[in-house]
C-alpha cells in the first residue's frame, strides 16, 4: 500500500491507531516532492519545520490527546495565503522575499486540528490567470500530460493534491481558481459561499469576489475540510454569523429527492462539445437514477465575463496599490525621488498580468468610463444574482461543465482575452456570492474533465450532498 495514495479520512484512522506515524508521512512526502516535483514545479517552497511539527503531532498521540480531525495530515497552501514564518511571494517579484509574519485564520485553523503545513504552492501571479504561466518562478505542469496546464490561479495546489504530493491543498478562488485547476487536474475543487470562510491572511485582489477555498482527493474528504475551514471570524467583517453543520453527515445519504438545474441554453458558444456530452451524459445517469432534472433560465449569465471583467479589475487597482516599495517587498534602487521610487518598483515588481487589470481597472474607473462600466457591471451582478436566486426557487442544485475546455497546452492561450472567457461557468458562481464544487466526470482524451454543482448560499450541505451522490453514480456504485 501506498499511503500518499489514501485519502484524509483514510490516512487518519491509520494515524490515530498508531499504525503510521505523520512523520513517516512527511518524511515520504518531502522525498516525494524531491523527486518529481522537479518536473511538475507544484511548490515554490517547502516547510523546513514540516517534519518536527510532524513529531510533535505524532507525540501528541502518543499521550493519548485528541489530535484533530487533520491528525498529523500535511496540507499544502497557496503561496497567496499568509503561513507565519514562512515566504508568502503571490508568485511576484514584488513579494519574493516577503515572510509572513502572522497566521492567515485558515491556517490557524487547520493547525488546531492538527494538520501539518508542508510548503506552499505555486500560482500565477496575484492569482490572475488560469494557467499559473504567470509565476515568476515558471509554470507548474499538468500532472496527466506535462505538456499542459494545470489551470490556475491556484494550479501549484491543484497539481500537488493530484500527483499526490500533499493530502489536501488550499487556494483562493475569485473566478475559478480553485474549481477550474481541480478539473484540469482531476480532483475536488470546493468554493465555499462568500463569508463561509474567514479571509484574514488572504492577500486580497478583488475583495468583493475573492474566497479561500480547498483541493482534495474526495468528496469526504472536502467535507472534512469544510468542517475544518468554516465559520466566522472577528478579523474578517464579511465572514457571517452562520451554524456550522457537521459536513460528513451530508455523505452517503441518498440525495435522489433534491432537483437538479440545468442552464437552459449555452452560456458561451466557444465549448468543447466533447465535455458538453461528458457533462449530458453524467446528468443523464441522474435521471436513471431516479433524479428530476429540470432547465432553467439564467438570462444575465452571458454577460458574467465582461462583469466579472469590469469589476475584478477595479477592486484590483486598488487592493494592489499596497505594493509601491514602502510597506512590503521589493524596492527599486533606481530612484531619486518619491514617486519615482513607486514608478520603478511596481514597474520591475509587478508582472505584465498584473499590470494589465491594474490599467484597466484604473480606466474602469475615470471619469469617463466609471458609469458606462463600472457602475453598468454592478448593475449587471445584481440582476445575475437575481438570476440564481429564482433559479433556487425551482431546484435545489445547478449543474454546468467546470470548464469549457481541456486543458490546453503551454502557451496555446497568449492571447488574454481568450483565457478571460474560459471562466463562464465558474466567474459567474463569484459574482452571486454562491458555493460550488468541481468533481472529476471521467476523461476525455487521458484528459480529465470536472462537473460542477452549485448550491443557494450556506448551503454547502447540498454540494456535499449531491457530490458524494455523483461520485458514487458515476462510479457506477
Ligand atoms: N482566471 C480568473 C482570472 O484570471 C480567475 C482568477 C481567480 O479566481 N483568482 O481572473
Request: include cysteine; proline fraction near 5%; aromatic fraction near 8%.
Amino acid at each position: 500500500m501506498n499511503i500518499l495514495n489514501l485519502t484524509i479520512w483514510e490516512a487518519t484512522e491509520l494515524i490515530k491507531r498508531k499504525e503510521v506515524s505523520s512523520v513517516e508521512i512527511t518524511e515520504q512526502l518531502i522525498t516525494e516532492i524531491n523527486n518529481k516535483d522537479k518536473e511538475l514545479h507544484s511548490y515554490i517552497s517547502v516547510n523546513p519545520h514540516a517534519v518536527e511539527e510532524a513529531k510533535e503531532m505524532d507525540e501528541k498521540i502518543a499521550k493519548g490527546e485528541d489530535p484533530g480531525a487533520l491528525a498529523g495530515i500535511p496540507v499544502a497552501v497557496k503561496d497567496n495565503i499568509c503561513v507565519k514564518g514562512m515566504p508568502t511571494t503571490c508568485a511576484s517579484k514584488m513579494l519574493e522575499n516577503f515572510y509572513s509574519p502572522y497566521n492567515a485564520t485558515v491556517i490557524e485553523k487547520i493547525k488546531e486540528e492538527g494538520a501539518i503545513v508542508l510548503g506552499k504552492t505555486n500560482m500565477d501571479e496575484f492569482a490572475f490567470g488560469s494557467s499559473t504561466e504567470n509565476s515568476i518562478f515558471g509554470s507548474t505542469r499538468n500532472p496527466f500530460d506535462l505538456q499542459r496546464v494545470p489551470g490556475g490561479s491556484s494550479g501549484g495546489s491543484a497539481a500537488a493534491v493530484s500527483a499526490r504530493l500533499c493530502f489536501s491543498a488550499l487556494g483562493s478562488d475569485s473566478g475559478g481558481s480553485v474549481r477550474q485547476p481541480a478539473a484540469f487536474c482531476g480532483v475536488v475543487g470546493l468554493k465555499p459561499t462568500y463569508g463561509r470562510v474567514s479571509r484574514y491572511g488572504l492577500v486580497a485582489t478583488a475583495s468583493s469576489l475573492d474566497q479561500i477555498g480547498f483541493f482534495t482527493k474526495d468528496v469526504r474528504d472536502a467535507a472534512i475540510m469544510m468542517n475544518v475551514v468554516s465559520g466566522q471570524d472577528e478579523k474578517d467583517s464579511t465572514s457571517v454569523d452562520i451554524d456550522v453543520p457537521d459536513y460528513t453527515t451530508f455523505l452517503d445519504k441518498d440525495a435522489k429527492n433534491l432537483k437538479i438545474g440545468i442552464p437552459d441554453k449555452d452560456l458561451v458558444s466557444d465549448i468543447d462539445s466533447r465535455i458538453k456530452e461528458r457533462v449530458a451524459e453524467s446528468i443523464e445517469k441522474l435521471r436513471d437514477a431516479g433524479m428530476t432534472v429540470k432547465t432553467i433560465p439564467l438570462p444575465h449569465a452571458e454577460y458574467g465575463m465582461a462583469v466579472y471583467n469590469i469589476l475584478v479589475s477595479a477592486e484590483s487597482l486598488s487592493n494592489l496599490a499596497r505594493f509601491d516599495g514602502v510597506k512590503y517587498g521589493f524596492r527599486s534602487e533606481d530612484y531619486t525621488e518619491l514617486y519615482q521610487m513607486y514608478a520603478n518598483t511596481r514597474g520591475a515588481g509587478l508582472g505584465p498580468e498584473v499590470k494589465r487589470r491594474i490599467m484597466l481597472g484604473a480606466c474602469m474607473l475615470s471619469v469617463d468610463y466609471y458609469e458606462p462600466f463600472y457602475l453598468k457591471a454592478k448593475k449587471i451582478r445584481t440582476l445575475i444574482k437575481k438570476d440564481f436566486t429564482e433559479a433556487f426557487k425551482e431546484v435545489d442544485v445547478i449543474i454546468t461543465p467546470t470548464t469549457t475546455e481541456l486543458p490546453f497546452r503551454f502557451g496555446e492561450k497568449s492571447e488574454p482575452l481568450k483565457m478571460y472567457l474560459s471562466d463562464i461557468f465558474t466567474a459567474n458562481v463569484n459574482l452571486a456570492g454562491l458555493p460550488a464544487v468541481s468533481i472529476p466526470a471521467g476523461f476525455i482524451d487521458k484528459l480529465p474533465v470536472g462537473l460542477q454543482i452549485i448550491a443557494p448560499h450556506f448551503r454547502e450541505d447540498r454540494i456535499i450532498g449531491m457530490a458524494s451522490f455523483i461520485e458514487r453514480c458515476l462510479k457506477g456504485g
